[in-house]
Every structure is written in C-alpha cells, then in structure tokens.
C-alpha cells in the first residue's frame, strides 16, 4: 500500500523558518510530480511548490523568493524549505505525488497534511 508520511511542521516566530518532509512508501514503479499544497479552515486547497520528476519546480507567487522545494529520487522524498515566514503563511500543509505502480499507470497521493503555524 502506497503512503505519503511528511514531517516537519510546528510553530515558529515570523521571519523564522521549518522544513517540510515527505517520503513515499510502498510498492511502485516510479514518482512523477511531487508537491506541496496548503489549506486555511474555509479555503481551498493551493499549490504552494511542485517539483517534476526531472527536478523543474515551480512556486506560488507568493512564497517566490522564501520558500524552496527539493526531491531526492533515491528516497522518493520531497522537501520544503521555507525561510522568511509570514503570519498569512499559517495553514495545513499537504505532500502530493503522482505515483506510478506500473509505467502505464498514474495514480495521485495526498499525505496527512501538517499545521504550519507562524505567530508572535
């Protein structure tokens, strides 16, 4: 059975920082795009970085320039990095991945979700 475990959330001070893990576990054949999305109570879900297999990521506007998402294929893990943090960046973070049990077949996994919290 397929399973998306992250780690990594917490409470920290505005302009701190937290790293964001996710690794898949199971059995299959390879990862396609990994990502982050979050959520606010009442929101919908954003994208907040994703990354493709072949390590092109891509940002929300705004966590351009603080944020930073990285992969390691060996592990079929994926990070977040994010630095300078902002009160509006509080939220429930959930870990995608498009995950291929055989090369013909893709099937899409959202982790557990963890709550980032950024307070004074």
């Known amino acids: 059975q397929v399973q998306l475990v992250e780690s990594g959330g917490g409470s920290v001070q505005p302009g701190g920082s937290l790293r964001l893990s996710c690794a898949a576990s199971g059995s299959f054949f390879t990862t396609g795009t990994m990502a982050w999305y979050r959520q606010g109570q009442g929101n919908e879900r954003e994208l907040v970085a994703s990354?493709?297999?072949?390590?092109?990521?891509n940002y929300a506007d705004s966590v351009k320039g603080r944020f930073a998402i990285s992969r390691d294929k060996a592990t079929n893990a994926v990070y977040l990095e994010m630095n300078s943090l902002k009160p509006e960046d509080t939220d429930v973070y959930f870990c995608?991945?498009?995950?291929?049990?055989?090369?013909?077949?893709?099937?899409?996994?959202w982790g557990q979700g963890t709550q980032v919290l950024v307070s004074s």
């Open positions: 990354c493709t297999s072949d390590g092109r990521p």
């Open positions: 995608y991945a498009d995950i291929y049990p055989t090369p013909w077949a893709r099937r899409t996994y």
